[in-house]
């Protein structure tokens, strides 16, 4: 089973942004997925670091995968996203009208953002060119093995998110400019502040969701610790992780132990803990229970 790093979905400063992505030139993961997925106004602070940082990877011997944006709205980010092909890299699909912008013969992948649900789907998806796919993560076990099936059928990988804050929704709205009073467009980058999201809380006082920019996430951080041996005997080809300001490349070195046997199940995730007292973890949309459930609650 790979490590697939997926898109840091927050707003870094360059410097941060860079040596996150060097510090992955030796962490034990396959792939890598670059590029802005949630706001196009945050590319241009990084994006001459890009062709650097694919160059690392490459040298390291990563598989560099450029992502699309996940709500495609304006023509700037039209062209944005017909741009992505002139660096001859796969390009992961988290809008389907990025295929328009695409040439037909690129190669592509289909990020989580993009509701896989069915057979049907996934079949259509094959035929039109994609050679692997990211499941959403509100998918239970069950329905992963089937489509784990299908792909297999059609020649297309499986993948499945493993650790990481849930993508939930996007919206042409920005809620970090709303609530420093700001519009969208005069911003001011107010989700700069928040390297891993702002803790959204009920009126009870209870952690609920986690705000960045123009997407929600969950405020739990899901984990597939207790499903890795389920998954792998599904046929799912690989594991998504999604970047974390503090001990990522620490991180991906944990889940290749664990699945490759070097730690037990349950063992990852108390060791995540460990490091991060207080972290809140689940696995409850894999379960088929409340996302915000968590096996090792019962343990």
């Known amino acids: 089973m790979e490590l697939t790093v997926a898109p840091n979905p927050f707003f870094w400063a360059a410097d941060d942004w860079e040596a996150l992505y060097q510090d ?3 962490a034990p993961v396959e792939r890598v997925v670059l590029g802005e997925l949630v706001c196009s106004k945050r590319l241009p602070f990084y994006q001459d670091r890009i062709p650097k940082v694919i160059e690392s990877l490459q040298a390291a011997g990563k598989q560099v995968v450029l992502t699309s944006l996940a ?3 304006l023509k700037r980010e039209r062209k944005l996203t017909a741009q992505l092909a002139d660096l001859g890299l796969e390009v992961e699909v ?4 990025a295929l328009a912008q695409l040439p037909r013969d690129l190669a592509f992948s289909v990020g989580p953002l993009v509701n896989v649900y069915n057979e049907s789907t996934l079949r259509w998806l094959a035929a039109r060119g994609a050679t692997r796919i990211s499941l959403p993560p509100e998918l239970p076990l069950a329905s992963v ?3 784990a099936r299908a792909g297999a059928d059609c020649g297309v990988a499986v993948e499945v998110w493993g650790h990481g804050r849930v993508p939930l929704a ?3 709205r920005c809620y970090h400019a709303r609530l420093h009073g700001r519009t969208k467009d005069n911003c001011q980058f107010a989700c700069e502040e928040d390297a891993d999201g702002l803790e959204v809380r009920t009126l009870e006082d209870q952690p609920f969701l986690t705000m960045n920019g123009v997407q929600t996430l969950s405020d739990r951080y899901a984990c597939a610790d207790y499903q890795i041996e389920t998954l792998q005997g599904a046929g799912v080809s690989a594991l998504r992780l999604s970047p974390q300001s503090s001990g990522f490349p620490d991180l991906c070195g944990l889940y290749r132990d664990r699945i490759e046997g070097r730690l037990a199940m349950g063992e990852l995730a108390q060791r995540l803990q460990h ?4 972290l809140r973890l689940s696995d409850g949309f894999l379960t088929g229970e409340s996302g915000a459930d968590w096996s090792g609650a019962s343990r």
């Open 24 to 26: 992955l030139t030796a």
């Open 71 to 73: 709500l495609v709205t």
């Open 94 to 97: 988290n809008d389907l009208t």
């Open 145 to 147: 093995a089937v489509l």
């Open 170 to 172: 996007i919206s042409g």
């Open 275 to 278: 490091k991060a007292p207080g």
